[in-house]
């Protein structure tokens, strides 16, 4: 029986691959790792705070959708649909496990604009190709199936309500970390300091408890801190912590049926949480990178911005009680809002799992499958994930992806 708490000292001094970073998109690639079947190394994931209280996977909205303006964007969160919706089976029909769905009241875009209008007409397009079913709304439409918003100023909106909306994030979490752990994957409660280079290879990561271990891979799934990690390395990667407020609110009038992650053309963003409660989030207009211990409210930011906009658009929330509140961080890539994904090309046993700009639990399952195959295969076999590649960064090659919350 695995313990519930990690120890803080690993128990060898030598790993086949080092995991910096133990939230969901370490715990995935460590989960992914045991499944496959050729691959049968040691496997260290390294986490600075096993009671996660802070990092963004505790901070999630908990939701995925498909309305992505790239294909292989879409193609990610359909992997995460099929899933959650099979983790039983796709976690070797473990009894223990629960069975999962997705609650699809979908994410409705509000365009404002003709501008906006374009942009969800042409991104329809290509959710369409990938087999989406997303659907576009005129102001009148939106208006009947949902009566309670004020569109007077809208020009366009843009549904799915097929495998879009809710999931058990932290459900999949857990298991994936308790799965792996009782597979072999060792948890320790320590933190990555230092590592040593030799020319093209990361020989070593030193711990904050002195131990210096020896390892085949390094893995960056550092969150907001992957620039801090890199640089350990010797490599600069365009990501930063950006503070993201949330809010649970309850409101007098509860709405007659379930509340879209609505998007305002504003930015400000708001769901259906259950019991006749809401969840708001936004961040303020001026966005710089914070400090990684940064997570101090905004009070005024609801009262004076977030709150007018959610009552203007959806009159019954000009009554509401705010429940909680808190900040988290996005890992924001600062080059294009995607992923960073796969080795260094010159630290070739550098591998980036970084940058996912607020999409990253619902990317988790693919892009820990894919991390997993790269240090099995050295390539990617199920879903091509090279278009994310550091090459990227290095050319100055951003990928536009205009659906960003």
């Known amino acids: 029986m695995v313990k519930a708490a990690f120890d803080t000292t690993p128990t060898r001094d ?18 992914f790792l045991t499944e496959n079947p050729d691959f049968n190394g040691s496997v260290l994931v390294v986490e600075r705070d096993p009671s996660y209280e802070l990092c963004s996977t505790a ?36 009894d223990r496990i629960p069975d999962l769905s997705i609650r699809s009241f979908g994410y409705l875009y509000l365009a404002d604009t003709e501008d906006f209008a374009n942009v969800l007409r042409n991104n329809i397009k290509v959710q369409h190709k990938a087999g989406a079913a997303t659907r576009l709304l005129s102001a009148d439409e939106i208006k009947a199936a949902y009566p309670f918003y004020n569109v007077d100023d809208i020009v366009l909106g843009s549904i799915n309500t097929v495998d879009e909306g809710y999931w058990d994030g932290a459900a999949v979490f857990d298991w994936w970390k ?5 597979r072999g994957v060792e948890y320790v409660a320590n933190e990555v300091v230092d590592m040593t280079r030799d020319g093209g290879r990361i020989r ?9 271990i020896a390892c085949g891979h390094v893995v960056n799934a550092s969150g907001p801190r992957a620039a801090r990690t890199a640089k350990m390395a010797g490599i600069d990667v365009p990501v930063e912590p950006r503070k993201r407020y949330s809010w649970v609110f309850k409101a007098e009038t509860p709405l007659d049926r379930d509340l879209p992650l609505t998007i ?22 001026v966005d710089p990178a914070v400090d990684y211990d940064d997570f101090t409210m905004d009070h005024g930011f609801w009262e004076n911005h977030v709150w007018p906009i959610l009552a203007t658009r959806i009159p019954a929330f000009e009554a509401v009680k705010v429940q909680s509140e808190w900040a988290g961080h996005y890992s924001v890539n600062t080059l294009d809002h995607n992923a960073i994904l796969g080795p260094h090309p010159e630290v070739e046993n550098f591998i980036f799992l970084n940058g996912f700009s607020g999409h990253g639990l619902q990317q988790s399952p693919a892009m820990g499958r894919a991390t997993a195959e790269w240090l099995a295969y050295g390539e990617f076999r199920t879903l091509d994930m090279g278009a994310f590649s550091y090459d990227r960064v290095l050319r100055n090659a951003p990928i536009i992806e205009t659906a960003v919350i």
């Open 264 to 285: 305002d053309p504003s930015g400000v963003h708001c769901r259906e949480n259950g019991g006749g409660t809401y969840q708001a989030g936004g961040h303020t207009d």
């Open 59 to 94: 901070h999630t909205n908990s939701c995925m959708r498909q309305q992505f303006s790239t294909e292989l964007n879409v193609r990610i969160s359909q992997f995460a649909a099929d899933f959650v919706k099979n983790i039983r089976a796709r976690m070797g029909n473990d």
């Open 14 to 31: 030598s790993y086949d691959v080092v995991i910096v970073g133990g939230a969901i998109m370490g715990s995935s690639t460590a989960w």
């Open 204 to 212: 070593s990561v030193t711990l904050k408890s002195g131990e210096v």
């Open 178 to 182: 308790r799965q792996a752990r009782e």
